[in-house]
């Protein structure tokens, strides 16, 4: 079975920009949660997409938003772009909702905003 | 407010001395607890899953049991293959984010 896949794997992008991430599950899984990784702050959790809706969200700001498609590949949209944007995205898919079962992470997108 | 805290912050073993991680959780519902690990540059590895008190799983070198308040990870006669980061994570029955991570621990096995 295929595991989580996340493109691109890496993005230089500049201040004021926006970008889009996108994630595909393991086939049959139904969730995505996205979540930022930083040296800082650990992994915090973004928001989770259950067959095409937002279930639940973190507590990050406005400019941080996603979407689930019917085939459950999921986009996260980031804009206006900050320097503190800096961090690795990772997408992570289960059968269930987040927090019921095990998640599997796709190996994250490096976002680097100068 | 819902907390997870991982100790110790990081850790250097030699091979073959075995120690324990702790992860201990301050939340207002316990829905799971899950442990991954994390190598560098990659996204974490799902270890375990501990759905009550006095549960335990074992995978290898690898065991994991759960108190009402904590959970902890032991490493039996680790090999440099188990350094890695370390990460507990609470699932929540309550609350608009559902899965709290703790920072991890990081693990170094000297050969």
């Known amino acids: 079975k295929a595991g989580v896949t996340q493109t691109p794997r890496y993005l230089i992008k500049t201040r004021g920009q926006q970008v889009t991430l996108s994630c595909s599950p393991i086939s049959g899984h139904r969730s995505v949660s996205w979540y930022q990784q930083t040296p800082g702050q650990g992994l915090q959790f973004l928001f989770e997409?259950?067959?095409?809706?937002?279930?639940n969200k973190g507590n990050f700001p406005g400019r941080f938003s996603g979407r689930q498609f019917s085939n459950s590949r999921s986009e996260m949209n980031v804009s206006t772009l900050e320097l503190g944007d800096s961090a690795l995205y990772l997408c992570?898919?289960?059968?269930?909702?987040?927090?019921?079962?095990?998640?599997?992470f796709g190996p994250g997108t490096r976002l680097t905003v100068t | 407010e819902d907390q997870v805290t991982q100790s110790p912050e990081a850790l250097r073993l030699q091979e073959g001395e075995s120690s324990s991680l702790n992860c201990s959780y301050t939340v207002s519902g316990l829905r799971g607890l899950f442990w991954y690990r994390q190598d560098p540059g990659k996204g974490p590895e799902f270890l375990f899953t501990l759905y009550s008190a006095g549960e335990e799983k074992e995978k290898e070198r690898l065991k994991a049991t759960l108190t009402k308040k904590e959970s902890f990870l032991h490493i039996t006669a680790p090999k440099p293959e188990d350094s890695a980061t370390y990460l507990c994570?609470?699932?929540?029955?309550?609350?608009?984010?559902?899965?709290?991570f703790g920072q991890g621990t990081r693990l170094t096995i000297n050969p």
């Open positions: 997409y259950f067959s095409e809706t937002q279930r």
């Open positions: 994570a609470v699932g929540l029955l309550q609350g608009a984010q559902k899965l709290v």
């Open positions: 992570a898919s289960s059968s269930g909702l987040a927090g019921e079962g095990e998640q599997y």
